[in-house]
Structures are given as structure tokens and as C-alpha cells.
């Protein structure tokens, strides 16, 4: 049975455009375009997973991803316009499982929705799991070893320790003093700048292109998140 997305977005045209592409692409899609509608649908109806656009009429994008979360872990994938950083930091820790910026290609809309829809609800939030799984990147935790499309990724001890922390936590904001409290133990200088050095080293193990990173995003004067869906 082909699987149910909710999409919730005023702009008619991409509305369309989208519905299009993705009933193309084999899925069943219902479409609100307004907050509100989006929420009656999602009461009404199951589904796999929603598109969720930041920027609504009547309600903030943000207040209907909490409502949403507030009672279901449907995967969530945002749509935000350019220039909303902070948005989808917030986005994220409120229980958003991945973002996509304004414009996009539909064949990326479609990628990431996969991406999220293979993990499903939940699956990195158990607890006691040895094997941290993100899209194409595996961190073993009883093994200390990071792999990437089952390539181990070269990574020193501490820098382990430290993508560990992150996967830990995904989708929440981590400070700089609270990586380093989470990896020590103990509470270091807030701005350490060999924090960002280790950070950069480890993009450059895990990220496709570690001048544009999907996997470990910085968030300007607070620190990093940890993106909860990956492909």
C-alpha cells in the first residue's frame, strides 16, 4: 500500500507542484493549506509522514509542529525559507525530524522524505542501543567506530567522544562547555576554540561536503546540533 503523507502549505502552486511529483513518485498525499487544516487532517487521518511549511497564515509553522509532536511521533520534515536559521534550530528541538530550505529541487524534497520515512519514529531515541544509526552513517558505540556507507571513518578517541555526544542529543542545541561536560565530565571554557578544530576534523570524516554540513550544523553564538534524519 502506497504510504500516506500529509503535506501543509499556503502556496497553492508548490502545493501542487508537490502533490504532483510525489503522487508521482508512488505516494498518497492529502494537502492542508492553512495550520489549521493541517491539524484537522492529521486528527482525522493517518500518515506516514508531513511536510510541514514553516510560513502559514494563520498559525506559526513552529506552534504546529509542537501540537503535532505533543501527541504523535510522525516523522516531520520542514520546509523554511532562506535566512531562517534560528527557526529551524527551533524547529528541530521542538521534535522536527529533518529541514528543507526554499527553493528546492523536488528530487531532494523526495530524497530527504525517504530518508526520514527509512528511519521512522523514535528509532534513534532508545535507549541502550550499542549501534547509533543515521541514513548512511553507523556509530558503534561498543566498538568506538564511526562508519560511513560501511566504511570506517578515521576519527581519534576524543573526536569520537565528541560525535557520540552529539548523536546522543540529536536534533537539540549543544553548547560548546556542553559537549566538552558531556565528553569529560567536566566544565571547560565555553569557547574553546579546539571544540570547533575536533568539529571540523570530524566533518571531514562524515560530511559528503564538509563546507556545506548536513550531519553536524552550527549554530551561530550557541554551538552545534546533531541533525536527527540523515540520507
Same mark, same amino acid.
Given at each position: ?6 503535506? &501543509? ?12 511529483? /510525489?503522487?508521482?513518485?508512488?505516494? =498518497?498525499? =492529502? ?12 486528527? @482525522?487521518?493517518? +500518515? ?28 516531520? /520534515? #520542514?520546509?523554511?525559507? =532562506?535566512?531562517?536559521?534560528?527557526d529551524r ?36 531515541? @532508545? ?6 544509526? +543515521? ?8 566498538a568506538r567506530e564511526v ?13 569520537? !567522544? #565528541?560525535?557520540?555526544?552529539?548523536? !546522543? ?7 560548546? !562547555?556542553?559537549?566538552?561536560? /558531556?565528553?569529560?565530565?567536566?566544565? /571547560? ?12 576534523? &570530524? ?22 546540533? +546533531? ?5
Amino acid at each position: 500500500m502506497a504510504q500516506h503523507l500529509l503535506l &501543509i502549505e499556503d502556496d497553492e502552486r508548490l502545493a501542487q507542484m508537490i502533490c504532483d511529483y /510525489l503522487e508521482g513518485a508512488g505516494f =498518497r498525499v =492529502r494537502h492542508g493549506n492553512s495550520g489549521a487544516a493541517g491539524l484537522s487532517l492529521n486528527r @482525522e487521518h493517518a +500518515f506516514d509522514a508531513i511536510i510541514l511549511d514553516l510560513m502559514l497564515p494563520d498559525m506559526d509553522g513552529l506552534d504546529v509542529c509542537r501540537s503535532i509532536r505533543a501527541n504523535s511521533q510522525t516523522p516531520i /520534515l #520542514m520546509l523554511t525559507a =532562506r535566512g531562517e536559521a534560528m527557526d529551524r534550530i527551533v524547529g528541530l528541538e521542538l521534535g522536527a525530524d529533518d529541514y528543507l530550505p526554499k527553493p528546492f529541487e523536488p528530487r531532494e524534497l523526495l530524497a530527504r522524505l525517504k530518508a526520514i520515512l527509512r528511519r521512522g519514529p523514535g528509532s534513534n531515541n @532508545e535507549a541502550g542501543r550499542d549501534v547509533l544509526r +543515521f541514513g548512511r552513517l553507523e556509530i558503534d558505540r561498543s566498538a568506538r567506530e564511526v562508519r560511513l556507507d560501511g566504511v570506517a571513518a578515521q576519527l581519534t578517541g576524543h573526536q569520537f !567522544e #565528541m560525535l557520540r555526544a552529539l548523536a !546522543e542529543h540529536p536534533g537539540r542545541v549543544l553548547t560548546r !562547555e556542553q559537549i566538552m561536560d /558531556l565528553v569529560r565530565g567536566e566544565n /571547560l571554557e565555553a569557547f574553546d576554540r579546539s571544540i570547533d578544530v575536533h568539529i571540523s576534523r &570530524i566533518r571531514q570524516a562524515i560530511e559528503d561536503n564538509p563546507k556545506e554540513p548536513r550531519r553536524i550544523i552550527t549554530v551561530r553564538g550557541a554551538g552545534y546540533v +546533531f541533525a536527527r534524519a540523515q540520507e
